[in-house]
């Protein structure tokens, strides 16, 4: 019931406390930070079989190692991501930097399995600081519209990019990560830099405190909302899916064993999704999720009985991809048009909460799954799993439609 407490204190568009929203420079630099911390949580992807076959850990290890990353940022950005609204949002996103940058540098180094962990939970506490402050930072023009749909573009490239870095760079360095994560480092150090031009906001620039409490949010906002939670969690659950494990497939089951081929197939997936979310301003929010939700239920079709076919995964990709593309641009869109500026990094936390939870949720009971089943297995069943959850959406969605398209008819 948290998330839906913490999501219904949003209000209608066009609510706006803010006598002065950020600089267009600020906006700038917050989607840097935004691109590139989701693509250094993106880097292990294809790194995972290197790091198994130099550490010597199970399959239940390999899916959990990627798995605490987003289910650390749950609960992370609960008690994190609102502080953009009561602290200054560069201070907030530098510090959020600084626990990405010791994250990245276990990860480079990892001499251990507990290295990994630690860098991976490093990772998903800092992506959940930069997540409230970035996301209501770069969303605070005046066109919510598109500035929503440039984040979801900046995000998604920026989760696209870490897996072909994380794939392209291995094998040129003593260990799987230190190169890639290198590289990383150095653009975090850049960007750190580049806040410190950020003002912090002045008297005129922070909303009015809220002496009457939280306003009441419509139940049109509140459902919009939870909605939109839910769809991004289902779009997120199968490109983690894919993120988790899709270098294990593509080595055991398609012959593919150079780290560069899991991390192509992960990019051209999060490419596919960039293409579609430009299409969000035309269809709409609501209806974009609907579409999104009916082409991931195709990809899951495909995907669920032929992990092992080469043709099955592509397809697969590409579908999800463009599924994905709608479902977060629809998601992000209503987070940036109802959101109020000063709630705007709480609300964003909490839905972004729910994408956390989706890309990291299903890779884990994956892997708790082949403890008792072959991996084609376990995989072929969180997919079904996921398939039916997508259709109940599927008719949720559709009947939000439907209202909404009957009240513009009045």
């Not at 023009?141 to 573009?153: F, L, Q, W, Y």
């Not at 403890?371 to 072929?380: E, G, I, M, N, V």
């Amino acid at each position: 019931m948290r998330i839906v407490e913490v999501m219904t204190a949003a209000a209608p568009p066009g609510t706006d406390a803010s006598t002065g929203p950020p600089s267009r420079s600020a906006r700038a630099w917050a989607l840097a930070l935004l691109a590139l911390g989701a693509a250094g949580a993106g880097i292990p992807s294809p790194l995972y079989p290197a790091y198994q076959a130099q550490l010597g850990f199970s399959d239940v290890t390999l899916t959990a190692v990627y798995a605490v990353y987003p289910l650390v940022s749950v609960p992370a950005v609960f008690l994190l991501g609102p502080l953009g609204d009561r602290l200054s949002p560069r201070r907030v996103m530098r510090c959020g930097i600084v626990l990405a940058a010791a994250g990245s540098l276990a990860l480079a180094l990892a001499p251990s399995t507990g290295w990994l962990v630690l860098g991976r939970v490093a990772y998903g506490i800092a992506l959940a600081v930069i997540t409230g402050a970035g996301v209501a930072v770069a969303t605070s023009g005046a066109d919510k519209v598109r500035a929503g749909a440039v984040s979801a573009v900046v995000f998604i490239l920026g989760t696209g990019a870490g897996p072909v870095l994380g794939g392209a760079l291995t094998a040129y360095g003593p260990t799987p990560g230190l190169l890639p994560f290198g590289v990383d480092l150095v653009l975090l150090a850049v960007v750190f830099v580049g806040l410190g031009s950020v003002r912090d906001p002045g008297p005129a620039d922070v909303p009015a405190p809220d002496t009457e409490g939280d306003p009441p949010a419509t139940g049109t906002a509140r459902r919009a909302l939870v909605v939109a939670a839910v769809n991004g969690f289902l779009g997120w659950a199968v490109v983690g899916l894919f993120l988790g494990l899709i270098s294990s497939v593509a080595e055991r089951f398609l012959g593919l064993g150079d780290p560069l081929w899991g991390g192509a197939l992960a990019g051209a997936l999060l490419l596919w999704s960039t293409l579609t979310v430009a299409v969000v301003g035309r269809l709409g929010p609501r209806r974009s999720q609907l579409v999104g939700l009916v082409a991931l239920a195709v990809s899951l079709v495909v995907l669920a009985p032929a992990v092992d076919s080469l043709a099955a995964i592509v397809t697969a990709c590409v579908v999800a991809g463009l599924a994905n593309g709608l479902l977060y641009g629809g998601a992000t869109t209503v987070v940036a048009t109802t959101a109020p500026p000063e709630r705007a990094s709480r609300t964003a936390a909490a839905v972004y909460s729910a994408f956390y939870l989706g890309a990291g949720l299903p890779t884990l009971l994956v892997g708790v799954l082949t403890t008792l089943l072959p991996l084609d297995a376990a995989l072929s069943t969180i997919a079904v799993a996921t398939l039916a959850l997508t259709a109940v959406m599927i008719v949720v969605s559709g009947v939000d439609n439907h209202r909404a398209a009957a009240s513009a008819t009045r």
